[in-house]
Nanobody, 126 residues
Framework: QLQLVESGGGLVQTGGSLRLSCAAS????????IGWFRQAPGKEREGVSC????????IYSDSVKGRFTISRDNAMNVVHLQMNSLKPEDTAVYYC???????????????????WGQGTQVTVSA
C-alpha cells in the first residue's frame, strides 16, 4: 500500500516561501498521480495542485497559480510543492495524496485520490 508523508510546513510571514515535500514508501511513485490539497479550519478540503505520473502534466488552482510550483523526483520517490509569495489565506493543513494512473493527466478532485498523508500545518502571519 502506498504510504505518503508530508514535511516542510511551518510558520512564515506574508510574502515568504516554504517548500513542502511528499515522500512515498511502499511503492515507487512512477505510476501514481500526486496531488496537494489543503484544509483551513471550518472549510472543505480543496485541491491546490496535481502532477501526472509519466508526462508530468500539472494543474493549479486559480488561488495559487503563479505562486506555487509542483514537481516530482521519481528517482527519490518524492513530490515537492514550492510555495512563494505566501498570503495569510494560504494558512491551512496541507495534504498530499495519490492514485494509480500510468497515462493521462491529473485531477484536483478529492474523490479521485486513494492514498493520503497525515498533513502538515502551514501558517502565514500577516
Amino acid at each position: 500500500q502506498l504510504q505518503l508523508v508530508e514535511s516542510g510546513g511551518g510558520l512564515v510571514q506574508t510574502g515568504g516561501s516554504l517548500r513542502l515535500s511528499c515522500a512515498a514508501s511502499g511503492f515507487t511513485l512512477d505510476n501514481y498521480v500526486i496531488g496537494w490539497f489543503r484544509q483551513a479550519p471550518g472549510k472543505e478540503r480543496e485541491g491546490v495542485s496535481c502532477i501526472s505520473s509519466r508526462d508530468r502534466d500539472t494543474i493549479y488552482s486559480d488561488s495559487v497559480k503563479g505562486r506555487f510550483t509542483i514537481s516530482r523526483d521519481n528517482a527519490m520517490n518524492v513530490v515537492h510543492l514550492q510555495m512563494n509569495s505566501l498570503k495569510p489565506e494560504d494558512t491551512a493543513v496541507y495534504y498530499c495524496a495519490g492514485y494509480w494512473r500510468i497515462v493521462g493527466g491529473c485531477s484536483t478532485s478529492v474523490i479521485a485520490y486513494d492514498y493520503w498523508g497525515q498533513g502538515t500545518q502551514v501558517t502565514v502571519s500577516a
